[in-house]
């Protein structure tokens, strides 16, 4: 089945809100074996968005369509669709007693305007709408199906697992399913020089991603069912395992925090930190796991300098090795430890700033891991503005540490 999206309101196209509903539906369309060839984006305008709807009835087979179903004037989704169809609009009595019920149970008014929204044409159903106000349309004539959802995200959401996901579900013909295996450590260019026996295979199909956390490995088939797009992973998922290991440190929905942290758990050890250039960000990123505190002592937020020297650092080291120094970063991670009591203490010194720093240009960071008996240190140079340059010194100080706990260089 052809398929596209096409998301509406003028908010999406004056950069007021990101448009995560495409992305949402982009992600749940190939599990139903549903080919997306499109994307559009139009603002609330009559005309713009009947050339939008009129195109895609002409050449997909399903449209889903997010947005424009409130009740006020520039809602115009409902009234674009009944003009490509050429079907009359009329007010449902069934839809307008829930409407009226939902106002009157919350002790509310509800003006004529909202009528708009209990509205279908013949080839029209509504859609229920638990979230809010606004009922969506599965519209199918001639082969074609076009569904329209609400633009809230919360209130779409509901509707795709609970009205549209389903329906779909229903007429699938084939399912595709995937694995993806998450890596670091390895460049895009090693990840697929390695996978290089694999790659000319279409069914199942393998792609290399470049994330932040590492390189992601896509697997995925199409079968007539589920079962049958799995027995097709198995043996390649297993060749690509056995060609990527020890790089691999999740799949699918892991997350390098949620990876770290169950080595940790699994090896009975606790991790404490001393933070500088990333302001507490890492350990942000470890406590976003359920149970870190199985492992997770805490962090030393120690922005200042006079702040990393009055927990531990030496005054020495820092003013003949500089505070933004591979010695200092040895230093708080030891500190770190030290002070929390904690079996592996790892930190971070960097600039995340715009300007040069002791002669050190922006996005150097320097990070240390020290246990009981030793310290290693990773230094890089890598600048993108100042919320990418934290993000990744998040990423690298949990690369750290992972290469460290499973016995890697």
Same mark, same amino acid.
């Given at each position: 089945?052809?398929?596209?999206?096409?998301? /509406?309101?003028? %908010?999406?196209?004056? $950069?007021?809100? /990101?448009?995560?509903?495409?992305?949402?539906?982009?992600?749940?369309?190939?599990?139903?074996?549903?080919?997306?060839? *499109?994307?559009?984006?139009?603002?609330?305008?009559?005309?713009?968005?009947?050339?939008? +709807?009129?195109?895609?009835?002409?050449?997909?087979?399903?449209?889903?369509?997010?947005?424009?179903? &409130? @009740?006020?004037?520039?809602?115009?989704?409902?009234?674009?669709?009944?003009?490509?169809?050429?079907?009359?609009?009329?007010?449902?009595?069934?839809?307008?007693?829930?409407?009226?019920?939902?106002?009157?149970?919350?002790?509310?008014?509800?003006?004529?305007?909202?009528?708009?929204?209990?509205?279908?044409?013949?080839?029209?159903?509504? +859609?229920?709408?638990?979230?809010?106000?606004?009922?969506?349309?599965?519209?199918?004539?001639?082969?074609?199906?076009?569904?329209?959802?609400?633009?809230?995200?919360?209130?779409?959401?509901?509707?795709?697992?609970?009205?549209?996901?389903?329906?779909?579900?229903?007429?699938?013909?084939?399912?595709?399913?995937?694995?993806?295996?998450?890596?670091?450590?390895?460049? %895009? $260019?090693?990840?697929?020089?390695?996978?290089?026996?694999?790659?000319?295979?279409?069914?199942?199909?393998?792609?290399? *991603?470049? =994330? =932040?956390?590492?390189?992601?490995?896509?697997?995925?088939?199409?079968?007539?069912?589920?079962?049958?797009?799995?027995?097709?992973?198995?043996?390649?998922?297993?060749? #690509?395992?056995?060609?990527?290991?020890?790089?691999?440190?999740?799949?699918?929905?892991?997350?390098?925090?949620?990876?770290?942290? =169950?080595?940790?758990?699994?090896?009975?050890?606790?991790?404490?930190?001393?933070?500088?250039?990333?302001?507490?960000?890492?350990?942000?990123? /470890?406590?976003?796991?359920? &149970? #870190?505190?199985?492992?997770?002592?805490?962090?030393?937020?120690? *922005?200042?300098?006079?702040?990393?020297?009055?927990?531990?650092?030496?005054?020495?080291?820092?003013?003949?090795? $500089?505070?933004?120094?591979?010695?200092?970063?040895?230093?708080?991670?030891? #500190?770190?430890?030290? =002070?929390?009591?904690?079996?592996?203490?790892?930190?971070?010194?960097?600039? #995340?700033?715009?300007?040069?720093?002791?002669?050190? @240009? @922006?996005?150097?960071?320097? +990070?240390?891991?020290?246990?009981?008996?030793?310290?290693?240190?990773?230094?890089?140079?890598?600048?993108?503005?100042?919320?990418?340059?934290?993000?990744?010194?998040?990423?690298?100080?949990?690369?750290?540490?992972?290469?460290?706990?499973?016995? &890697?260089?």
């Amino acid at each position: 089945m052809r398929a596209e999206i096409v998301s /509406i309101g003028t %908010e999406i196209m004056l $950069g007021e809100i /990101i448009d995560t509903n495409a992305a949402f539906l982009a992600g749940k369309l190939p599990e139903l074996g549903i080919d997306l060839l *499109y994307v559009s984006q139009v603002g609330d305008n009559p005309a713009r968005l009947h050339e939008v +709807l009129a195109r895609a009835w002409q050449r997909s087979e399903l449209t889903l369509c997010t947005g424009g179903l &409130g @009740p006020t004037e520039d809602d115009v989704t409902r009234e674009a669709v009944a003009a490509v169809l050429r079907e009359p609009m009329s007010v449902d009595p069934a839809q307008e007693a829930h409407l009226r019920a939902w106002f009157a149970g919350r002790g509310r008014p509800m003006v004529e305007r909202n009528l708009k929204q209990a509205t279908l044409i013949p080839s029209a159903r509504a +859609l229920p709408n638990p979230r809010g106000t606004a009922p969506g349309w599965w519209v199918e004539r001639d082969g074609r199906v076009i569904v329209l959802m609400p633009g809230p995200p919360a209130e779409m959401t509901h509707m795709w697992d609970a009205e549209v996901d389903p329906e779909l579900a229903r007429r699938a013909t084939s399912v595709l399913v995937s694995r993806t295996l998450k890596t670091n450590g390895l460049g %895009e $260019g090693n990840v697929d020089e390695r996978l290089s026996p694999l790659l000319a295979g279409t069914n199942p199909s393998i792609g290399v *991603y470049a =994330r =932040r956390d590492g390189v992601h490995v896509r697997i995925a088939a199409k079968a007539p069912t589920r079962e049958e797009a799995w027995r097709l992973i198995a043996p390649v998922e297993q060749q #690509a395992r056995a060609l990527l290991a020890p790089a691999i440190w999740g799949e699918d929905d892991d997350t390098l925090p949620a990876g770290v942290g =169950r080595l940790l758990r699994d090896r009975g050890l606790t991790l404490a930190l001393m933070e500088s250039a990333t302001g507490g960000a890492i350990a942000d990123a /470890i406590t976003s796991v359920p &149970g #870190a505190s199985d492992y997770f002592i805490g962090s030393l937020v120690t *922005y200042a300098t006079q702040a990393k020297i009055d927990l531990g650092v030496p005054a020495d080291t820092v003013y003949a090795h $500089g505070v933004i120094s591979p010695q200092t970063a040895e230093a708080m991670a030891r #500190a770190a430890r030290e =002070r929390l009591g904690a079996d592996i203490g790892i930190s971070v010194t960097g600039i #995340a700033g715009t300007t040069d720093v002791e002669g050190q @240009p @922006p996005g150097t960071m320097h +990070l240390a891991l020290a246990d009981a008996t030793s310290v290693r240190t990773h230094s890089y140079s890598y600048y993108q503005g100042r919320d990418a340059a934290k993000r990744r010194a998040v990423t690298e100080a949990l690369s750290l540490l992972r290469t460290y706990l499973v016995g &890697g260089d």
